[in-house]
T-cell receptor, first 116, second 111 residues
Framework: EAGVTQFPSHSVIEKGQTVTLRCDPI?????LYWYRRVMGKEIKFLLH????????ESGMPNNRFLAERTGGTYSTLKVQPAELEDSGVYFC??????????????FGSGTQLSVL | AQKVTQAQTEISVVEKEDVTLDCVYE???????LFWYKQPPSGELVFLIR??????QNEISGRYSWNFQKSTSSFNFTITASQVVDSAVYFC????????FGGGTRLMVKP
């Protein structure tokens, strides 16, 4: 069974450009999460989808970040325009059930974003 | 914010040594869940264990063991007879309404 896949694995862009990250969750997992780790600090929650609906987007840092999950399958996270402080590793995770976050999450390998 | 603290940012041991990774958490909840995840060089976060707050029994899985002490809000992770393949970044996390991670501990096991 395929795990959570993220694309690209690395992205290097200049400040002001746009980048779109993609996450394909495990098939059948309704819950999809985005997290990020900036500057080697804690991994922080960005948002949570249940199917195509945003269940919780309280972690999104500002309106330069836009997440979508059309059709409830894969998700994209767009950063426009990118700033230097957006550099970090962006993780996607999925789970089949949702019990207030108590479930085991399956994570992807992350996208390393470098904004120069 | 209810934090998770992993005071050790980096630990280096020689193969076959035992090593303990510390995790201290803050919570105002009576019911909560704690996790450990491993991030090997390949990058993905791999689930290791989930423990709920009602179960204070220590758990052992092969060379891995976990010590949950509710009185000190700690959930420490011990690797016995470490191996080079254990080299990774280890994250402790707790759940309130979302997973809150600690800063991670990079473990380097040298041959």
């Amino acid at each position: 069974e395929a795990g959570v896949t993220q694309f690209p694995s690395h992205s290097v862009i200049e400040k002001g450009q746009t980048v779109t990250l993609r996450c394909d969750p495990i098939s059948g997992h309704d819950n999809l999460y985005w997290y990020r780790r900036v500057m080697g600090k804690e991994i922080k929650f960005l948002l949570h989808f249940v199917k195509e609906s945003k269940q919780d987007e309280s972690g999104m840092p500002n309106n330069r970040f836009l997440a979508e999950r059309t059709g409830g399958t894969y998700s994209t996270l767009k950063v426009q325009p990118a700033e230097l402080e957006d550099s970090g590793v962006y993780f996607c995770a999925s789970s089949q059930l949702w019990s207030q976050g108590r479930e085991k999450l399956f994570f992807g390998s992350g996208t390393q974003l470098s904004v120069l | 914010a209810q934090k998770v603290t992993q005071a050790q940012t980096e630990i280096s041991v020689v193969e076959k040594e035992d090593v303990t990774l510390d995790c201290v958490y803050e919570t105002r909840d009576t019911t909560y869940y704690l996790f450990w995840y491993k991030q090997p060089p390949s990058g993905e976060l791999v689930f290791l264990i989930r423990r709920n707050s009602f179960d204070e029994q220590n758990e052992i899985s092969g060379r891995y063991s976990w010590n949950f002490q509710k009185s000190t809000s700690s959930f420490n992770f011990t690797i016995t007879a470490s191996q080079v393949v254990d080299s990774a970044v280890y994250f402790c996390a707790r759940v309130g309404n979302m997973l809150t991670f600690g800063g991670g501990t990079r473990l380097m096991v040298k041959p």
